[in-house]
């Protein structure tokens, strides 16, 4: 990794630990490795990604239902999906300095890069399913296991979701939930995590239509990703699979620039009729879709769109970090170097703060944020100089600030400072929400 990019990553660490976005979790006791915990402006972030995602996929649509399954369900549905029998990485250990590296992600195989040594382990398969029990006996018949991926009790609640919402093929059903795996090597922040978020769509068709729908999923994710959360061509790219799974008809991954490399953001599968046909092997219980224009019966065939909260939330972080010499002197700071998050204005934790230039004017403008707060993200910024409040904000993402000045209450009216090209506008108290409507959500 270029000093660069480190450089990068590492400021983006140390900013989201010093605003309040993501902290280790558990960190006064040295923290744990793999886990992490979103502080308040990271939970108004990854909710305002969920929601975004939820919006998209099921509420603006008429072909999908929701979900919201737990995390953890019968053991055999993990048999059944293979996760207990293969979902793993092979992995090996240094002798002299104790590191573990997963054996793929290896430049040479044969030798540890923490410390050079040759002595390694031979490889072994390492399950990354994350073991618990259930009520008071621990002995492996009351084993369970926290899911590796939402997916699954998708699968198995399908007949369930169809009968109770009268639904005829095609249609999907999506969720957004936690997932765990035993990663071997966590790194890259939160990009790998063994605690992390996925959203996840599974799209029932028959087998002739799902090629068709692969390709529909495909080009609605990319839009998705272009056109609402805003990524550049050359931030996001397509990686085909060359080898698929026995099951699979066809498999890709969309993928994100971080500043350590391009890593998997997204993955769409076609998975054909493989867990439907499974559940139904292992459950005895017939999971096969009656057409009642054909007169046919058959297993689903099922597309997949699969994408991780986590993963966007850190490339939304990566995208929108910036530094630019900003004329703040204008602004009453000293420094001319700001720190700004240029994140979408619908997707920033706090889309406007309402900033009173002084204590005594602060109950009116205060009467502005209790207003404002109803339609938008909105926080009330009183301590400190204007330039410390509006680098304190540009730091944390927030489109606009509105200033309440002496003139405010006369004329009814504040002032909009644009996070971007640090513009002024006075708008009138009366117009400021469609004003706002406008710039946040056009
Ligand atoms: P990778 O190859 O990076 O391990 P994967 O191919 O195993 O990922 P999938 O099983 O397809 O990932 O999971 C779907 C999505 O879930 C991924 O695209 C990613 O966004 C997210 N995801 C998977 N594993 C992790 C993890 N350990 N931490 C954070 N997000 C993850």
């Known amino acids: 990794m270029s000093e660069k990019t480190t450089n990068k990553m590492e400021k983006i660490v140390s900013l989201c630990k010093r605003r309040g976005f993501i902290f280790q979790s558990s960190e006064i006791y040295g923290g744990i490795n793999g886990f992490w915990d979103y502080g308040p402006y990271g939970v108004k972030l990854k909710r305002a990604v ?48 104790k590191a573990r590296h997963r054996v793929d992600q290896m430049e040479d195989k044969t030798t540890c890069s923490n410390c050079g040594s040759k002595n390694l382990t031979p490889p072994r398969e ?38 109770t919402a009268r639904r005829k093929l095609p249609f999907g059903i999506a969720q957004i939930g936690k997932a765990f795996r035993n990663e071997i090597n966590p790194r890259n922040f939160i990009f790998r995590s063994r605690e992390f978020s996925q959203m996840e769509m599974e799209f029932f068709c028959s087998d002739e239509e799902s090629m068709k729908w692969y390709e529909y999923w495909r080009q609605e994710r990319l839009r998705y990703y272009h056109e609402i959360i805003g ?48 559940h139904q092997e292992f ?71 309402v900033l009173p230039l ?43 600030c509105l200033t309440y000045d002496f003139q405010s209450p006369e004329d009814n009216a504040v002032t909009v400072r644009d996070r971007d090209d640090m513009t002024q506008d006075r708008v009138s108290v009366s117009n400021l929400k469609t004003y706002l409507e406008e710039k946040i959500y056009a």
Not at 68 to 90: E, N, Q, R, Y
Not at 294 to 306: A, W, Y
Not at 318 to 342: F, H, N, P, Q
Request: net charge negative; with cysteine; charged share 30%.
């Open 231 to 278: 990524f550049k061509n050359d931030e996001i790219r397509i990686h085909e699979h060359e080898t698929l799974a026995h099951y699979a008809k066809a498999a890709l991954d969309i993928e994100f620039k971080f500043p350590f490399g391009w890593g998997e953001l997204e993955g769409i599968h076609h998975r054909g009729t493989w867990d439907m046909s499974r």
């Open 126 to 163: 390492f399950n990354l399913m994350m073991k618990t029990y259930v009520g008071p006996v621990s002995d492996e018949d009351h084993a369970a296991f926290l899911r590796a991926e939402t997916c699954q009790s998708i699968f198995v609640d399908f007949d369930l979701v169809k009968i």
């Open 50 to 97: 969920e929601q975004l995602w939820w919006s998209e996929m099921v509420e603006q649509r008429s072909d999908m239902e929701g979900l919201d399954s737990t995390v953890i369900c019968h053991p055999k549905v993990w048999k059944a999906s293979g996760h207990l029998d293969k979902f793993g990485d092979l992995m090996t250990d240094c002798r002299d300095c």
């Open 358 to 400: 002084a204590k005594k004017i602060a109950e009116p403008a205060e009467k502005i944020y209790k207003d404002i707060r109803k339609f938008f993200r909105a926080e009330f910024d009183l301590p400190g100089s204007i330039g410390k409040r509006y680098r304190r904000q540009d730091e944390i993402g927030t489109p606009f």
């Open 283 to 353: 459950s005895g219980i017939s999971q096969e879709y009656f057409d009642q224009e054909s007169g046919k019966k058959f297993i689903p065939t099922v597309v997949e769109t699969s994408v991780g909260v986590d993963r966007t939330v850190l490339a939304i972080l990566c995208r929108s970090y910036g530094e630019d010499m900003a004329e703040t002197k204008k602004e009453g700071m000293e420094e001319d170097l700001r720190i700004v998050l240029r994140i979408k204005p619908r997707l920033a934790p706090v889309q406007i703060a």
